[in-house]
């Protein structure tokens, strides 16, 4: 029986606040604050996305529109917002959202296709951010990434996404020159990275957990592990296509050491199917290697079956759902 994680969650506008599970498990988003109704699908001015995400105060941002919003520049997110798109179907082109110096954000249930220009992604978390959670989140089809987490930003949780059409999916860790991107955690989990072509994700000095992911026909790899970079790999499945290798080793110089080293990637309950290879490099032992019990107590695992790949197939990414209600206290409080 596959279950997944926070299922109650759409039982009111709020619940999702504090639901994730993970390193990002303490955003709240815009919990505290009033509801901010997106009327316009206007880039900018009165009712857009860009303008509740400008505000300083918490909101909760909700549409009351569906449609594709054009973003002619990066939408920065400020502190304390969450940018809820059920209920809709709100999909966001030619740029992507930034979020920079700003903590408690939650993105959910929208769709990201089409970024275009240099160092374009979808989502793009740095420098400094914190308590971000992504949940139900479809992305494809960016010039740069669909999520870069880069330059000291961490608590992060990725879940329930779909990523497909896309060459470098998510990176984690800007460069060996970064060395205080040691301190990113993420956790990634019920993800479906289908058919995209690397970085599921690449990750740099962090702490990475996966677990219960579906990644299948990659095309150079499923994981890479670079400088100093620990992956725990947790009951995902790898289903190869015509590259086997799941997992790849980058080996780099940090700018504060003498010696190039590679990540370490720990696998434990995963599935490889259709001639995948897991690639295993030796020297990752308990010792080296983080645990997540370390940093949260519990979260929603089960086996790696042939049910959780079809489930993953079906209840990631965009999803048609009733917008919440909200507590009567809110419905008062607009934009």
């Not at 999702?16 to 303490?26: I, P, V």
């Not at 955003?27 to 009712?47: E, I, N, R």
């Not at 970064?178 to 989990?189: A, K, L, Q, S």
């Not at 993800?191 to 990750?203: K, S």
Request: with cysteine; proline share 3%.
């Amino acid at each position: 029986m596959t279950t997944l994680p926070y299922a109650d969650a759409d039982s009111s506008l709020r619940a999702l606040a504090g639901r994730a599970e993970g390193f990002g498990r303490f955003s709240v988003g815009g919990l505290h604050g009033p509801v901010y109704y997106v009327t316009s699908l206007a880039d900018d001015g009165p009712g857009s996305l860009r303008d509740g995400c400008r505000r300083k105060e918490p909101l909760w941002i909700v549409f009351a529109v569906s449609g594709t919003i054009h973003l002619s520049s990066y939408l920065n997110v400020s502190s304390y917002k969450t940018v809820d798109g059920r209920g809709q179907r709100i999909k966001l082109t030619g740029k992507g959202l930034r979020l920079k110096e700003c903590e408690h954000i939650i993105i959910c249930n929208l769709e990201f296709e089409g970024g275009r220009g240099h160092d374009v992604d979808g989502i793009q978390i740095k420098p400094n951010s914190r308590h971000i959670w992504i949940d139900r989140c479809s992305l494809r089809d960016y010039d740069d990434g669909l999520i870069d987490i880069t330059r000291q930003s961490t608590d992060i949780t990725i879940s329930r996404c779909n990523f497909t059409q896309h060459d470098k999916t998510m990176l984690i860790g800007a460069d060996p020159s970064h060395v205080g991107d040691r301190c990113i955690r993420v956790t990634i989990h019920h993800c479906f990275f289908d058919g995209t072509r690397q970085r599921h994700p690449r990750v740099r000095f962090g702490k990475v957990h996966l677990y219960n992911n579906y990644t299948r026909n990659w095309g150079i790899y499923a994981v890479c592990a670079s400088v100093e970079s620990q992956v725990y790999s947790q009951c995902n499945i790898y289903e190869a296509g015509q590259k086997k290798k799941a997992f790849e080793y980058y080996t780099e110089k940090a700018a504060d050491k003498q010696e190039a080293k590679s990540g370490l990637i720990r696998s434990e309950g995963d599935l490889f199917l259709s001639g995948a290879q897991a690639f295993l490099v030796a020297g990752c032992s308990e010792e080296s290697m983080f645990h997540p019990s370390e940093f949260y107590p519990t979260w929603t695992l089960e086996p790696a079956s042939d049910s959780l790949k079809a489930v993953l197939q079906i209840c990631t990414g965009w999803q048609s759902i009733t917008v919440p209600a909200e507590e009567s206290s809110c419905r008062a409080a607009t934009a």
